[in-house]
């Protein structure tokens, strides 16, 4: 389905669980590693502003926090849903929670997978620090390499964002040899929009501080990540279950930033779990 900005695609059946796939700029698809929840689920997954099948702002600047907010909440209008069972990878993640916060009302349950809790300079660090414990890693070397190249012609295009981001991809996975052909093929014909990352790594991730609105959800919220996730991993996640009111922590391990890909099953079987023993709550309202 496709409308004025935000399109979706829905299978399975069930309780709808809506997905915020992250990036930002990534295409949608690269969160498929999900989609077998929907044996048990509605599984809805967003294509974000000026990605998939979603049309990009003509605005360039319009990749704020609060337009990705308001984004969700044009599309639980257009799902005629009161209610959102909402999971946010990394960036989608930072978006999810800024809506749980945002629209305390609208959200029974929030899954936050490798979401970081910070950005700027001490999560630069952070990531250093862990590359520098992977550094004999062969695929590690070479993508921190990549990391590292002058970005001159990387934002020419999607295709050439999408080329350096490739070269980049080991350093968001716990064993890069190990992701199977479909992923392969995804990392080959990458495209990521350039406009999208840009504006956040200038204007957003400097002084992300998720501290700022993290109090502000109310709901029952699962923090999902991997211990070997350079960019939100245990310590983003003990940070997040200290400021949330209602929250539980699963770290899995031998697991990535991209957990979805490392360890599919895992990842359905913590967010499956966590949302079963909130289907009985009388709390709970049908979305």
């Known amino acids: 389905m496709t409308g004025s900005v935000l399109a979706f695609e829905e299978e399975g059946r069930g309780q709808r669980l809506v997905c915020m796939p992250g990036g930002p700029g990534f295409p949608p698809a690269y969160m498929n590693g999900l989609r077998e929840m929907s044996g048990s689920r509605t599984f809805t997954l967003l294509h974000p502003r ?63 997978l490798n979401t ?14 862990f590359f520098a414990s992977r550094a004999g890693d062969p695929s590690v070397a070479e993508a921190l390499a990549a990391l590292h190249k002058p970005d001159d012609d990387a934002f020419s295009s999607p295709r050439e964002l999408g080329l350096r981001i490739a070269e ?16 392969a093929a995804l990392s080959d014909g990458l495209t990521v929009n350039p406009d999208s990352l840009l504006f956040f790594n200038e204007e957003v991730f400097p002084s992300l501080d998720l501290a700022r609105i993290a109090g502000s959800i ?25 400021l949330i009111p209602h929250v539980r922590v699963q ?31 009388p709390e709970r309202t049908q979305s």
């Open 50 to 112: 000026g990605t998939g099948h979603s049309e990009a702002p003509a605005d360039r600047d319009a990749y704020r926090m609060e337009d990705y907010v308001a984004d969700i909440e044009l599309t639980r209008s257009r799902l005629g849903v009161e209610r959102l069972d909402l999971l946010g990878h990394s960036h989608g993640g930072v978006v999810a929670a800024h809506y749980a916060a945002a629209h305390p009302d609208r959200v029974n349950a929030l899954i936050l």
């Open 218 to 242: 109310a709901c029952p919220t699962l923090v999902l990540t991997g211990d070997l996730d350079p960019y939100a991993g245990p310590e983003h996640a003990n940070e997040l279950a200290a």
């Open 168 to 183: 980049i991809l080991p350093l968001w996975l716990a064993r890069p040899a190990e992701a199977g052909p479909d992923w």
């Open 116 to 129: 970081p809790a910070y950005g700027g300079p001490r999560a630069e660090e952070r990531a250093a620090e």
């Open 251 to 281: 770290v899995l391990p031998g697991v990535g930033h991209m957990s979805q890909v490392d360890a599919p099953r895992p990842v359905h079987r913590a967010v499956l779990n966590f949302l079963d023993t909130l289907d009985d709550t």
